[in-house]
T-cell receptor
């Protein structure tokens, strides 16, 4: 029944070594989001795709990139992870960016940087 | 700008106690309002929502009313259970040329048996 699936649930990477997190959805939603959530903080939006249109938040570091090869999949690439990038990364989807639709979240990937 | 302020936690209650978690917002335009819940080690799940003034969202015994005059969306439950222990996020949805959900800092709830 899982609708937004994130893999892996836990990822350990080395300082400076590129890492990719993946997200897939079975909802056929137009919009996919990536959030970063640090311990005891609110999720912070990094960027989102509306179909193939990429929308970056102004304060998202260049170290973070994203790809959406098709409707179902979206990837978060961290080019050179630093210790400060250790966090839970949440993928979410919604149907329509213009309405009041809620976001559907995956279970998250917890990234550890060593 | 758009922002959400919610009461700091943790909130600790005994089972069957009454719960209120305060949430106020600042927004341009007419946002949608949401409460999300996050259980340990999990992603966020929508708990309830309201899309216009005076709407009441409700789910699983939780309620919140969209109050435009006080810019508030307080979460209430008449009788909490141990299984309600989680982090609760108030959020607003705005269309700024792309719909965004902006979250409050979250309030951790502990319910004791």
């Amino acid at each position: 029944d899982a609708m937004v699936i994130q893999n892996p649930r836990y990822q350990v990477t080395q300082f400076g070594k590129p890492v990719t997190l993946s997200c897939s959805q079975t909802l056929n939603h137009n919009v996919m989001y990536w959030y970063q959530q640090k311990s005891s903080q609110a999720p912070k939006l990094l960027f989102h795709y509306y179909d193939k249109d990429f929308n970056n938040e102004a304060d998202t570091p260049d170290n973070f990139q994203s790809r959406r090869p098709n409707t179902s999949f979206c990837f978060l690439d961290i080019r050179s992870p630093g210790l400060g990038d250790a966090a839970m990364y949440l993928c979410a989807t919604s149907r329509d960016p213009g309405g009041g639709d809620e976001a559907f979240f995956g279970q998250g990937t917890r990234l550890t940087v060593v | 700008g758009n922002s959400v302020t919610q009461m700091e936690g943790p909130v600790t209650l005994s089972e069957e106690a009454f719960l209120t978690i305060n949430c106020t917002y600042t927004a341009t335009g007419y946002p949608s309002l949401f409460w999300y819940v996050q259980y340990p080690g999990e992603g966020l799940q929508l708990l309830l929502k309201a899309t216009k003034a005076d709407d009441k969202g409700s789910n699983k015994g939780f309620e919140a009313t969209y109050r435009k005059e006080t810019t508030s969306f307080h979460l209430e439950k008449g009788s909490v259970q141990v299984s309600d222990s989680a982090v609760y996020f108030c959020a607003l949805g705005v269309d700024t040329g792309g719909f965004k959900t902006i979250f409050g800092a979250g309030t951790r709830l502990f319910v004791k048996a």
